[in-house]
Nanobody, 125 residues
C-alpha cells in the first residue's frame, strides 16, 4: 500500500509561518493526485488544498487562499504545504492524502485512497 508521512507541524504564533511536508512511498508518485485536509477539535475534517499529478493545477479552501501554497516535487515523492500569516483558527491536525491513480484534482475526502497519520499545527494568539 501507499504510505504517507507528514512532518513539519508545531507551535507558532499568529502571523507566523510553517511548512508541512508529506513523503510518499511508491515509484509512481507522479500519477498521484495529492491533497491536504485538516481537522480541529469538535469540527469535521475539512479540505484545505489539492494539487494535480503534474502540479499544474492547485485549488484551496477560501479561508486559506492567498496564505497557503501547495506544491509537489515528483522527483522526491513529496508534497508541501507552505502556510503563511497563520491564524489561531488554522489550529488543527493536518493530514496528507493521495488518490492514485489520480488524473484530475480532488477536493472531497472520500475521493482519496490513502492518508497519513497527521501532524499537529497549533497557532497561538
Amino acid at each position: 500500500q501507499v504510505q504517507l508521512v507528514e512532518s513539519g507541524g508545531g507551535l507558532v504564533q499568529a502571523g507566523g509561518s510553517l511548512s508541512l511536508s508529506c513523503a510518499a512511498s511508491g515509484r509512481t508518485f507522479s500519477t498521484y493526485a495529492m491533497g491536504w485536509f485538516r481537522q480541529a477539535p469538535g469540527k469535521e475534517r475539512e479540505f484545505v488544498a489539492a494539487i494535480n499529478w503534474s502540479g499544474s493545477e492547485t485549488t484551496y479552501v477560501d479561508s486559506v487562499q492567498g496564505r497557503f501554497t501547495i506544491s509537489r516535487d515528483n522527483a522526491k515523492n513529496t508534497v508541501h504545504l507552505q502556510m503563511n500569516s497563520l491564524k489561531p483558527e488554522d489550529t488543527a491536525v493536518y493530514y496528507c492524502a493521495t488518490k492514485q491513480p489520480g488524473a484530475y484534482i480532488y477536493t472531497r475526502a472520500n475521493q482519496y485512497n490513502y492518508w497519513g497519520q497527521g501532524t499537529q499545527v497549533t497557532v497561538s494568539s
